[in-house]
């Protein structure tokens, strides 16, 4: 599969990009394990045209993680163009449209998923902005507004006309946000499309290499995005199995290279969700209160240490 001249390979996995989680400690780990490509944080069109720094830091790429994708969102047709002029200055393989977040703060004020809405200017933005940078443009959206508007098959010719070279679809609406199982079956529709000649790439509840096998399989997808089942996993990529003890040793990893990159307060914030959330974790009994402990670290050598004590409590378990 190739996004304009990036190759990819052979049935690609990707990391999709995610507020607070895709840094880019966590994304050179997933890089290491097997993704194919990795996005960054999205980031606010209008913040990165008002030059706001906390922003601005989201667009650090390394060479080691390419191709890397920044995807930006935003509801008002310039500052889109100019958000991705900036991005361009920023070096990525590819700019990526949001046009699915679901979450109120995006999709209520008109942008992400919101503008499954406004067709029109959604369209409108996805031609400016490709005309506007040199850069291959991809773009991420949902099913429909909600089970009353399934626009999505038409919707990805229109987007494909308007000069976009993959896009990704998650397999829900907006209206349903994360929860009841992702639909796979208009992604497959879209992809058996004659009309489409783009990659297309299918993303929902994909929790291991085994479920992106099956969605390949089952609906012919070019690429397969995996979200929130990376939180804490980024060996999720991996098909060789990691023992505990390496489990644990890579979250570690995780925070050093955090911390090392941001500073310890900021560094600890970016990796204490992601620790919370693994799936390592599981085996312990009563860890509920040990979960709060995680979240409330503010020391490297605090966090360490509930690491270093899930792991003596996981071998006892055996």
């Not at 889109?80 to 900036?86: D, G, Q, R, S, T």
């Not at 998923?113 to 406004?118: S, V």
């Not at 979250?251 to 955090?258: G, K, T, V, Y």
């Not at 600890?268 to 390592?280: C, D, E, F, G, K």
Request: glycine share 8%; with cysteine.
């Amino acid at each position: 599969m190739k996004i304009g001249n990036i190759e990819l390979g052979e049935r690609p996995v990707f990391l999709a990009p995610m507020e607070d989680v895709t840094d880019i400690g966590f994304r050179l780990l997933c890089k290491r394990f097997g993704a194919s490509m990795v996005y960054t944080e999205f980031v606010s069109a209008e913040a990165l045209v008002r030059d706001v720094k906390s922003t601005i830091k989201k667009l650090t790429i390394a060479e080691e993680e390419r191709p890397v994708g920044i995807q930006i969102y935003g509801r008002d047709v310039e500052a889109m163009v100019e958000a991705a002029k900036i991005v361009e200055q920023a070096g990525p393989d590819v700019i990526d449209l949001n046009f699915g977040c679901p979450v109120k703060k995006v999709a209520g004020k008109g942008a992400g998923a919101g503008m499954l809405q406004n067709v029109p200017k959604m369209l409108e933005i996805t031609r400016k902005v490709v005309d506007a940078v040199k850069l291959p443009v991809t773009a991420k959206t949902r099913l429909g507004w909600n089970h009353e508007q399934l626009i999505i098959t038409e919707l990805a010719e229109q987007l494909q006309d308007c000069g976009i070279q993959a896009l990704t679809i998650h397999g829900r609406t907006r209206s349903q946000m994360y929860t009841g199982e992702a639909d796979w079956t208009l992604i497959g529709e879209v992809k058996r499309n004659p009309r489409i000649h783009i990659p297309i790439i299918g993303n929902g509840d994909i929790k291991s290499l085994e479920d992106a096998d099956r969605a390949f399989d089952t609906y012919g997808v070019d690429a397969v995005m995996i979200g929130r089942a990376t939180f804490g996993c980024p060996w999720i990529f991996s098909r060789k199995e990691l023992t505990l003890d390496e489990k644990i040793d890579v979250l570690e990893e995780q925070l050093r290279i955090n911390v090392e990159r941001i500073d310890e307060y900021r560094g600890i914030l970016h990796t204490r969700r992601h620790l919370a959330a693994s799936p390592v974790f599981k085996g312990i009994p009563n860890f509920r209160q040990t979960r709060i402990a995680m979240l409330r670290a503010e020391k490297v050598e605090e966090l360490v240490g509930i690491l270093e004590e899930c792991r003596e409590r996981l071998k006892v378990r055996g």
